[in-house]
Structure formats: structure tokens, C-alpha cells
């Protein structure tokens, strides 16, 4: 008789900007930069909304915008990638919301599996984490997902949903798309309120939170209660 195997322990998957870190007020010039860069001329300053988008999704509605081609899109990445390892060690690093390393540590204490569901590339979480001051060794990035060609943030739940087929996965952001993009996968979602959206704006059934809190220091016990019934089931 062959032994079952061992259930895969709880995945918690955390956004990045305005969740494991608070937002840099210089992001959207970032992205103006990159495109100006990779299109080798001086654009007109216009920004989309980004807030809960991905990287690959802000270039090409930018690069729409301005009416490039979207075949900037790999350049405009790779600009953005050089910005930001001279942004988030300098002017730009980032600061961690109170409770999150807290939070983090108690994760993994409890043999339950950090990762990142993010916007970002790779290097683009790794330079801002680690900016910040945040080990970047509390995550698992083979378990990770990224989201610096992803079109919607749906795309990497739904991604998350396959590699991670047969563990108990929660997402925790800050911003409504989170909460879509986890319901679009089937997951839940835990919201904390440090980014651009308020608790209240959070509560929204639009935006599928199964928690509410707003920040991860006043908010823990909650979430560990929630997730500690998450990996029980």
C-alpha cells in the first residue's frame, strides 16, 4: 500500500508595494523614464492609474498612451530594471509597514511557506525588499510570481492556482485588484490597509476580502487566527 503524500503546507503569497512595503512617491516618474528611455526621445509627463496593476500591464497601457509600439515593451523593462537598483539602495528605498516582519516570522515559524505574488519583476521585489531592509530570505521565490509581462494580475493567480494545485494558498495586498485577481484564482484574500485604499474601500464586496485590517501590527492576532483556520481545513 503506497503511503498518501503529505499535504503541501499553507502558501501565503504577499503583494509587495504598499503591502510588505509602503509606496514610494516616485514610482509613476519611473515608469515615464523607462518609456522615455527605451522610445530615445523626451514624452509629454502622463501617467495611468496604477495602483493593484503589474509592471507589464502599467507599460503597455502607458506605451498605449503615448501611442508606441508595444514592442517597447521588453526594453522599457529592462530600463526600469537598472532604475530601480539605483532608486531603492538610494533616494527611493522604501520603508516596511509596522507588524510585517512580525507577521512574516510568525509565518514561517508556524512551517507555513512565504512567497510573493507581485507586479514586479524578480529583481525589481528583490532590489526593493532588500532596500528596505527586508531579508529576502523569508521568501520562497520558486514559489513566487511576478508580474513584469503579465497583462492582468489575474494572469498570476491563475498561474499561482496551477504550480501550487493541491496547497491551501491566501493572497495578502493592499489594493481591491488584489482581491479580484484572488477570487479570479479561487483564493482568499487578506487586506491590509497600508497602501492606497482604506479599510473602508477594502471592505467593499468588490474587492472579495475575507479580513480587513489596517496594518499588520494592530491587525495580527486577526490574521493568524484566519490563516491558522486556513491550514487547518
Known sequence: ????????????????DGTLLLNGPRAG???????ELAA???????TVHAHGKTDGQIIWETLDLYGLPASLHAAVRERLEGMSRVEHYGAGR??????????VADVAARGWVNALLTGNSPLRARYKLDG????????DWDASFFGHEARIR????????EALAGATVVIVGD????????????FPF????TGAYDAEQLRSPDAHAAVVVPDLQAGHDEVMDYLDGLAAR
Open 1 to 16: 500500500m503506497t503511503d498518501a503524500p503529505s499535504p503541501r503546507p499553507l502558501h501565503v503569497l504577499w503583494d509587495v
Open 29 to 35: 516618474s519611473m515608469y515615464h523614464r523607462a518609456i
Open 40 to 46: 530615445g526621445e523626451p514624452l509629454e509627463d502622463r
Open 94 to 103: 522604501r520603508e516596511v509597514p509596522v507588524g510585517v516582519p512580525r507577521l
Open 132 to 139: 528596505a531592509g527586508l531579508d529576502v530570505d523569508l521568501f
Open 154 to 161: 489575474s494572469d498570476l493567480t491563475r498561474r499561482a492556482a
Open 175 to 186: 489594493t481591491p485588484a488584489d482581491g479580484v485577481a484572488a477570487e479570479a484564482a479561487g
Open 190 to 193: 487578506v487586506a491590509v490597509a
